[in-house]
């Protein structure tokens, strides 16, 4: 049995803490919301999940110093947004070792980083991990089975966590590329509004399945062009996240998309959601990474202009139908 804190007490973190504590693990809840440390400690419900029910034993506090104190792994729940202050109040409680897996995704719009790389900058002395793949927290607290990626600086960590995780109805596979599973599972949103953009404007599955493929294409370029395996990028925490994020109505982020498709600004669709659409805090942060590296990202460029420059949504999709034109892929030779 291991202790275990999950930090952030949103869906996904608790649908994680339901998870490990079915797997026989000492669990503690940490928020700083203290409303959501009270309700939970009084009902053992969670907002948004109506079907889970938290057990008795499970430990809720609005004190990092109780949370982080003796934990074997702490699991970084908090949307993207939010990691780095928090982990700048974490830091004071955070021991020399300290094993914290990231299962936030996105990118930090001012720096251009990623979250793991945030962690490790402000624990500096941690082990920073990631947990990532295509996973609803909606079907992880039901049970339904689901399988992610555990990526760490070194196999032996990437084990610990895989077998933490490992359930009858939760498969963890080990990865070493870090960069690459969080370029995946942050760019994805991106293309997620798309996708939703996509469906308010009345488009098929004809679209749908243009954008995944083209946009997963673009994640890659990106990826490979930082430094993240092309392998990584057709697995659980690329194409795997892409298709779920892009289908599924559990995804804030194509709920928002096609709410703007339908003609809602940017914050009208946020505000229906009310839940942290980490599509809109990622995209400019993967234009400005596409920029910085030179890489080529249409999707993306045009998902920012109807975000941010008031672009109509049907233009931004005759402006990719009309780009100019080329080989699906230039690396394959024609023959001589």
């Known amino acids: 049995m291991a202790k275990i804190s999950i930090m952030g007490a949103g869906t996904w973190g608790m649908s994680l803490a339901s998870l490990l504590h079915g797997n026989g693990h000492e669990i503690a809840v940490w928020s700083a919301v203290e409303n959501e440390i009270i309700s939970m400690k009084e009902t053992h419900r969670v907002k948004n999940l109506p079907d889970l029910v938290l057990p008795e034993d499970m430990v809720f506090t609005c004190s990092l110093e109780e949370a982080m104190s003796g934990r074997d792994m702490l ?43 945030i962690l490790e900058e402000e624990f500096l002395e941690a082990n920073v991990a990631v947990l ?62 798309a996708a939703g953009i996509a469906d308010g404007l009345g488009f098929g599955d004809n679209t749908k399945a243009a954008l995944i493929t083209r946009g997963i294409y673009e994640i890659m370029a990106l990826g490979t062009a930082m430094g993240g395996k092309p392998q990584t990028f057709g697995g659980l925490s690329g194409i795997g996240d892409l298709i779920v994020t892009c289908a599924s109505m559990h995804s804030r982020n194509r709920r928002a998309g096609i709410l703007i498709g339908k003609g809602y600004s940017m914050q009208e669709a946020m505000d229906e959601v009310q839940m942290v659409v980490e599509g809109v805090y990622s995209a400019k942060a993967g234009y400005g990474l596409a920029q910085k590296y030179g890489i080529e990202m249409p999707i993306v460029e045009e998902v920012n202009q109807v975000l941010f420059e008031g672009k109509a949504a049907k233009d931004a999709v005759l402006d990719l139908m009309q780009r100019h034109r080329k080989n699906e892929s230039s690396d394959l030779p024609w023959p001589q």
């Open 75 to 117: 699991v970084m729940a908090v949307p993207s947004i939010y990691v780095r202050q928090t982990a700048r109040r974490m830091a004071p409680y955070c021991r020399f070792g300290q094993l914290v897996v990231n299962v936030a995704k996105g990118i930090e719009e001012s720096t251009l980083m990623t979250l793991s790389a």
């Open 132 to 193: 990532s793949g295509p996973s609803h927290a909606e079907e992880v607290s039901r049970g339904l089975p689901t399988t992610c990626v555990a990526g760490a600086r070194n196999q032996r960590t990437a084990v610990y966590i895989q077998n933490l995780f490992m359930s009858p109805v939760f498969r963890v596979y080990t990865s070493p590329d870090i960069l690459g599973i969080e370029i995946g599972g942050a760019l994805k949103n991106v293309i997620a509004l």
